[in-house]
């Protein structure tokens, strides 16, 4: 009875599975939002010379992805704040001689949109959390170098302001 029944469980399994797709987040942001000004980032966190980097690679997510334009602020539809009010790393682990070789990073970062010349933001969108985590023992094979973990998080940071940008605008703000 179990090899008769066997069969039919494969068929039924594999029709669920067919069915299974992938559905890409919806674009919330307004259809007549085409370009966006990008002014440099606020950094009220307390790690250092971070703002030019964040500015650049969030404007190079955009162009990046291609949904929406970065423009100058004459011409732009919304402007783009972007604050990165956390950034957060500590020690996750030690090796055996009291060493550090793991940091996490916790990194805060908010966004709000404004219609060109408005002080009164239009959308404010929900908190974007990161939380990244590196070896940190020059010993190991698989370090990363303070430059490197820096650049890795501004580009996460970076394509995560993208997607809550595209995705994220809430709809009471339409």
Do not use: H
């Not at 949904?67 to 996750?92: C, F, H, M, Y």
């Not at 010349?117 to 990161?130: E, K």
């Not at 970076?158 to 703000?173: D, E, K, L, N, W």
């Amino acid at each position: 009875m179990n090899r008769a029944l066997f069969p039919v469980v494969i068929l039924i399994a594999a029709m669920a599975l067919a069915g299974c797709e992938r559905i890409a987040p919806v674009r919330t942001l307004p259809n007549w939002v085409q370009g966006v000004y990008i002014p440099i980032v606020k950094n009220t966190s307390f790690e250092p010379g971070i703002e030019e980097d964040a500015t650049r690679k969030i404007q190079e997510a955009f162009m990046q992805d291609g949904r929406v334009n970065v423009v100058p602020k004459s011409s732009a539809d919304l402007i783009l704040q972007v604050e990165i009010s956390d950034w957060i790393g500590r020690t996750t682990g030690t090796a055996g001689d009291d060493i550090a070789d793991r940091t996490q990073y916790n990194i805060t970062v908010k966004v709000q949109l404004f219609e060109p010349y408005s002080d009164q933001p239009r959308a404010v969108l929900l908190p974007i959390l990161i939380e990244m985590q590196f070896n940190t023992d020059a010993r190991s094979i698989d370090y990363v170098q303070l430059p490197d973990r820096q650049e890795r998080i501004l580009e996460t940071v970076a394509q995560r302001v993208v997607q809550s940008t595209i995705t994220g605008y809430p709809a009471q703000a339409r």
